[in-house]
């Protein structure tokens, strides 16, 4: 190979490191605020649990979760993100949300007749 050429190739890998590097950076950042929004989604969620125990509603809203589901499929989609994925990604959620509501639910049965 030629040295003109080769040298052209270690800059060219050395700008894709550079590039590769500056999207990671740019992913860490959006990593880091998605788990900083979950935690804010799920201490909402869990003064919802509480709420619904206090009232004797159901730790599942079934309906709810299908107007949320459908609702976020349309967002998805319109962000250009996988609107499976992203109704896959909102069920995980939901039946973690459901199964923090049925602690709460289950808790708060148990200290009441207790």
């Known amino acids: ?10 800059d060219d890998t ?13 992913i860490d ?14 201490a909402h969620t869990q003064r919802v649990g509480v709420l619904k125990h206090a ?3 159901p730790p599942a809203d079934p309906s709810r979760e299908q107007e949320q589901i459908t609702h976020l499929r349309s967002l998805a989609d319109t962000a ?4 499976v994925f992203a109704e896959a990604f909102m069920r995980f959620i939901v039946t973690e949300v459901i199964r923090h509501h049925e602690r709460i639910r289950d808790e708060g049965s148990g200290a009441e007749s207790a």
């Open 29 to 42: 950042n959006i990593d880091a605020a998605l788990v900083h929004l979950l935690a804010e989604r799920f």
């Open 14 to 26: 050395a700008r894709a490191r550079e590039l590769l590097a500056e999207e990671r950076r740019s």
């Open 80 to 83: 250009g993100l996988d609107p």
């Open 55 to 57: 009232h004797g509603l």
């Open 1 to 10: 190979m030629a040295p003109e050429r080769e040298a052209n190739d270690r």
